[in-house]
C-alpha cells in the first residue's frame, strides 16, 4: 500500500453499469481527482450505457492518466464472473493502482477480490443493500458482502440511511467508514426553462418497478377518475418499460406520454413538478439535481431523500401508496406559490450542504486516514 503522505494518487475505480446516480457519482469524483493532480482511471461493463455512456467516457478520457477499461461484467453472480475477475485482476495489477474503489455490489466485489497491495475501498450505492435477506437471492448476496469485509480497507457510505442498513444486515466493519454524501456543481443550480408543452409532472429515472413508475401511473389513474386529470411526462428507460406503457394505457392515460431517455436537465422542462416514487433509494442524484434547478420535487420517504429534505422530511409521502401520491400531486398542482416556495426552500438547503466539491474532497480525505491507519498498523 502506498504511504499515506505521497503528494499524487493513483486511483482506479471499478463499477460495472455506466448509467444512473452510481455513474454520475463516479464522474463527479473522477472531474475532482483529476482536478486535484491524481491519476485516475476507469474500469467498467464493456455491454451497458450505450450512446450516452460512450460519449461521457470519450469526454473524460483526457483526464484519465490510468484510462478507461472495459470488461463484460454480467449483472447477476453465474460462471461469466469467472472470467469476468481474472481480467479484472489483470488490469488492476497493471495499472500500479494506489487505490482500487469499487461501487456497487459487482464493482465492488471485483475491487476487493484483487489480491494487489493497494487500498481497497468500497461504495454500496444500494447495490445489495436493496435485496431482501430473507430472499434466497438477499441470502447470498448478502452472504458474499460478510465474506468480502477482512478484503475492505475503507468504506464510504453516499447517506446515514445506506450506513445503517449496512451495519443491520451485514456487519459493522472494521475498516475505517465515512458518510460523504453526494454533492451537486454550482453550474446545476441555474434554473431550468420549461418547455412549451410542459406537463403537469415529470418523471426521470430507470423504468422499473423499484422507482415506483406503476404507483405513479396508478396514482395518476385515479385523479383522473376524481375528475383532476394530469399529464405526464415520464423519461427513461428500463426493463419494465413495455409494462408500464401497457398499464398507462389501461388506466385510460392519454396525457401520459414516455418520451424515453434524455439528460435530467432536458427531463425537467417536461414537467411543473417531479416525482420521485422511489420504493427504495439510497441518495437519489436526481433529487439533488432537480432541487438545485429550482424544480419542485414530491419524493418518497424513502432511504436517504429525508436526509436531503431535512427538517422538511413531513412533505415526503409513503411509497407504495397510490391514494397517497395522488393526494399530494394535486395539492402540489392546486398551490404553485407554496410549491414553488419550498422548491425553494429545498434549493438553499441543498446549496449549503450538499456541494460536489465537498464531496471529492471528502473522498481524497478517506482515502487518506485509512492509508494511514494502515501504514502506522
Known amino acids: 500500500m502506498s504511504p499515506a503522505g505521497a503528494k499524487t494518487l493513483a486511483i482506479l475505480h471499478v463499477f460495472r453499469a455506466p448509467v444512473g446516480g452510481l455513474f454520475r457519482h463516479v464522474v463527479d469524483l473522477v472531474r475532482g481527482q483529476a482536478a486535484a493532480g491524481h491519476r485516475v482511471g476507469i474500469l467498467a461493463d464493456a455491454s451497458t450505457g450505450g450512446a450516452r455512456a460512450e460519449a461521457t467516457l470519450a469526454e473524460l478520457s483526457p483526464l484519465l492518466a490510468l484510462g478507461v477499461t472495459r470488461v463484460a461484467m454480467s449483472r447477476h453472480l453465474g460462471l461469466r464472473d469467472v472470467t469476468a475477475v481474472r481480467r479484472v485482476t489483470h488490469v488492476i495489477t497493471a495499472s500500479g493502482a494506489d487505490v482500487i474503489h469499487g461501487h456497487g455490489a459487482k464493482g465492488g466485489a471485483y475491487a476487493r477480490l484483487v489480491g494487489a497491495r493497494a487500498l481497497r475501498a468500497y461504495t454500496p450505492h444500494g447495490g445489495s443493500l436493496h435485496f431482501d435477506p430473507r430472499s434466497p437471492i438477499g441470502f447470498v448476496y448478502l452472504t458474499l458482502e460478510r465474506a468480502l469485509l477482512p478484503r475492505t480497507d475503507l468504506i464510504l457510505f453516499e447517506s446515514a440511511y445506506a450506513r445503517d442498513v449496512y451495519h443491520a444486515r451485514i456487519g459493522t466493519p472494521a475498516a475505517p467508514e465515512r458518510v460523504i454524501r453526494n454533492g451537486v456543481a454550482t453550474a446545476e443550480f441555474a434554473p431550468v426553462t420549461p418547455a412549451a408543452d410542459v406537463s403537469d409532472v415529470v418523471f426521470v429515472g430507470e423504468l422499473r418497478r423499484l422507482k415506483g413508475v406503476d404507483v405513479l401511473i396508478e396514482a395518476l389513474g385515479l385523479l383522473g377518475v376524481s375528475g383532476r386529470p394530469v399529464s405526464a411526462t415520464i423519461v427513461g428507460s428500463g426493463p419494465e418499460a413495455a409494462e408500464f406503457q401497457a398499464l398507462a394505457r389501461a388506466r ?101 450542504s450538499f456541494s460536489a466539491e465537498a464531496m471529492v474532497d471528502g473522498v481524497l480525505a478517506a482515502y487518506r486516514t485509512a492509508a494511514e491507519r494502515y501504514v502506522v498498523g
Open 252 to 352: 385510460g392515460l392519454a396525457k401520459v406520454t414516455f418520451p424515453g431517455a434524455m439528460p435530467a436537465r432536458d427531463a425537467f422542462a417536461r414537467g411543473r413538478v417531479l416525482i420521485v416514487p422511489s420504493r427504495a433509494e439510497s441518495l437519489p442524484y436526481i433529487v439533488l439535481e432537480a432541487a438545485a434547478a429550482g424544480l419542485p420535487v414530491l419524493a418518497t420517504n424513502v432511504g436517504g431523500i429525508p436526509e436531503i429534505f431535512g427538517p422538511h422530511s413531513n412533505r415526503l409521502v409513503p411509497p407504495g401508496d397510490a391514494a397517497k401520491l395522488a393526494e399530494a400531486i394535486r395539492a402540489a398542482l392546486a398551490d404553485p406559490a407554496a410549491t414553488r416556495a419550498g422548491a425553494q426552500t429545498l434549493r438553499e438547503r441543498v446549496r449549503v
